[in-house]
């Protein structure tokens, strides 16, 4: 069962096969037997997952049922689900219950999904191979000695050791196909605006965006089906009719252009990753689609860019985590300033307030304009380099990272270092485009993640271009021995 | 542009996060890093680039003027670290 799509996981329900009591107490006796080494999940808990996976089995023996109706989800730690403990990997959160729900928890909910527990993550999502977590780092199950990636790494890790079908993640710079394309998972990063950020605990709002991390396309389109659509709550949500993200999986990819940015082929890219890449670009070709040799003139700006706007934004949202309403407060202080002051310093670890220092800086009267619209502009630049080339092509096709799952360890005494994991994912988040990555082959027994850039609002169409490779190759379908 | 230890303290200050001098001394040097990192857009020509600040060129969206939350202010309040009668203890403020 647990190799099964999501969509036969649906039907064993559905037939009575199997009950979802049975199928969620197949993955917590899982989690219980792996989570102490692999650390992919913050909290469990059993009796809630059970009482949950009851109540979808009422709902399948009345016939009322949703595609999720029954199936168990791993939620990041960074969705607020309520009466459940939701830390962001932080120690400013270790002690806060939730006493709402994020409206994509919400709408798992109202599925009849089960919340099958909070997956571990980098602290307030600020990393790029989960070791800034309080909760200790997670293990990648194709290699122990190495990362998951990040900031999703707890939920790649958890999918990929099957210690749940599929999981969610969210992405501000790559970190829901980072982390996918190191664990050999199929992740997906929607518009900006198309997955609600409301209980979401915000990182950058204007480049935040939850998405479905799971084994296939088709598992990927099933869970966007019911993460998307409009909410009033969050400002930014786009009001947009819905759509069934599924509906072009199998169309042909005859007469398909992909797009080739020449800036993504160049150095800095380990040659294992490069030769799957290459490998993935002939099966395309096979499938009936052409190349088109483009240009993103201004992507090499983009680490450079995100690092202004997203520690800016960061320092100005973690303000609010001040020893007051919730969380975390200091033992000992002498006044308010020392309150707020010790509580932030023992609250979060160092590299958020390495972020929240960086963003105060640029936002300070004097430099404003030298790096945080000079930030904004490149972003446009950026954006603009996306537009000119969805007018020669119809996806974007690149590696999601420049190596392969690294060493842990390796790079986290030196931040820049760790920054440039993300050099192929950035740009897509200051655009606001959707982007994918995909299974493609291994490096030395490690896996290498394929990203598939889309236009705005063409999520079908990426889920079409990755489920058609997925039909053709099966590295998708590869696991970790555990 | 680099950082001296003075402005990182500055820095901290403003961004209510307590640092001892060693914590600011091994902070520095990172922080010089990071922004050595971003100054390579200084030497881009950006003139006449409207900034972004979002990647979707929309105006904020107006609710109506209605009540649209019920009132669950002892939910909230029940997991603050201090609170009496209904309200957010801090230290005192005003003499």
Known sequence: MIESSLKKMAAALAAKQISSVELTQLYLDRIAAHNPEINAYITVDADKSLAQARAADARLAKGDFSPLTGIPIAQKDIFCAQGWRTTCGSKMLDNFVSPYDATVIERFNAAGAINLGKTNMDEFAMGSSNETSYYGGVKNPWDRNRVPGGSSGGSAAAVAARLAPAATGTDTGGSIRQPAALCNLTGLKPTYGVVSRYGMIAFASSLDQGGPMARSAEDCALLLNTMAGFDPRDSTSLDRPAEDYARDLDKPLAGLRIGLPKEFFGDGCEPGVMAAVQAAIAEYKKLGAETVDISLPNSHLSVPAYYVIAPAEASSNLSRFDGVRYGYRAPDYSDLNDMYSKTRAQGFGAEVKRRILIGTYVLSHGYYDAYYLQAQRIRRMIADDFVAAFRQCDVILSPTSPCTAFKTGEKAADPVQMYLSDIYTIAVNLAGLPGMSIPCGFADSLPVGLQLIGNYFDEARLLNVAHRYQQATDWHRRAPQL | ?95
């Open chain 2, 1 to 95: 542009m680099s950082l001296s230890l003075e402005q990182v303290h500055r820095i901290a200050h403003l961004a209510r996060i307590a640092v001892s001098d060693a914590e600011a001394q091994s902070t520095l040097g990172q922080l010089n890093d990071i922004l050595g990192l971003i100054e390579q857009m200084q030497a881009v020509d950006t003139a006449g680039v409207e900034p972004m600040a979002h990647a979707q060129d929309l105006s904020q969206r107006l609710r109506d003027d209605a009540v649209s939350e019920a009132d669950r202010r002892a939910d909230y309040q029940a997991i603050s670290p201090d609170v009496e009668a209904g309200l957010f203890l801090v230290p005192k403020v005003i003499e």
